[in-house]
């Protein structure tokens, strides 16, 4: 079972992908939907988000777990592996990071630009991950916070996407191709054309999901096919409904029933939201469960 990771719904793109060049194993998506947008948080609140999500997908039998989210593989890629992935673990974490770099240095432009969250940007992991690749290619960042959000609320064909991506774009110099690091900017590829006629975009998605297909042959421990394959569930932090609702434009497909987690005790857990708690809230005592959680 291979688990995927995304601070919302972005990742389910990216899920879109993985699905369609393995279709022999099954899948656990998990979205932290109700604490997005990650783009802004800082370094701690990212680690800890990260490893309550692994840790959930690794609870759910997750053998491998991609991190689709591009905020989480720049900053916290590295401490997850180190912190699960040890030898005779039986796990691994992978990340979109690499992929996407990889797909920039691949097709030999000298200027390429990164549009991504102002945490993927701050990081410099792609600019890293590029130049270790190529020394000589010229990458040029711009963090663009306000995206995310516009595509969240299916506003993509609006004006207020072309104003933003405008604005952004503005503030790039010239460059040949632009990498789209973040999952919901490909559905902004429209406005992104218009406002940068013939700049060529680059999505990692298509190019991770190759990747992962090619890194699966040489691994074959990990992960192994499902019999009968193809099953898929999906767990979020926010409000399960909205989640399925606003998730079929992003997988391209209906999303079945959706599985409500949330954090308690300093862990994810299944909760039912309708024992949510309201109102004045007093926390339980460490060690003990909301009403409705497992």
């Known amino acids: 079972m291979i688990g995927v990771y995304d601070s919302g719904y972005g990742g389910l793109s990216v899920l879109r992908h993985l699905v369609e060049a393995l279709p022999e194993h099954d899948f656990v998506y998990l979205g932290d939907s109700g604490r997005a947008p990650y783009g802004g948080r800082d370094a701690h609140t990212l680690l800890d988000f990260a490893e309550q999500a692994v840790e959930r997908l690794f609870e759910e039998g997750c053998g491998l777990v991609v991190v689709a989210c591009n905020t989480v593989s720049c900053v916290c890629l590295r401490h997850l592996q180190q912190r699960y992935c040890g030898p005779g673990s039986g796990r691994r974490v992978l990340g979109v990071t690499i992929p996407g770099a990889e797909l920039a240095v691949s097709i030999g432009a000298a200027r390429v630009g ?53 604005r952004y774009l503005d503030r790039m110099p010239p460059v040949e191709a632009l990498l789209l690091g973040c999952t919901h900017y490909p559905y902004l590829a429209g406005a992104l054309g218009r406002a940068r006629p013939g700049l060529r975009l680059l999505d990692p998605a298509p190019f991770l999901a190759r990747r992962l297909v090619e890194w699966l042959a040489r691994h074959p421990g990990f992960v192994t096919a499902a019999e009968p394959p193809g099953r898929l569930r999906v767990l979020c932090t926010g409000d399960p409904q909205a989640f399925a609702e606003h998730g079929e434009r992003f997988l391209g497909a209906r999303v079945p029933p959706v599985e409500h987690v949330a954090e308690i005790d300093g862990r994810l857990a299944h909760a039912d939201p309708a024992h949510a708690p309201k109102g004045q809230i007093v926390r339980p005592r460490r060690g003990s469960r909301w009403p409705g959680s497992s």
């Open 114 to 166: 990164i549009l991504a969250t102002s945490r993927t940007v701050s990081s410099g992991t792609y600019v890293a991950e590029i130049h270790k690749l190529d020394p000589t290619v010229q990458v040029l960042q711009q963090a663009a916070p306000l995206l995310a959000g516009v595509v969240e609320e299916g506003w993509e064909d609006s004006e207020i996407a072309e104003l933003c991506v405008r």
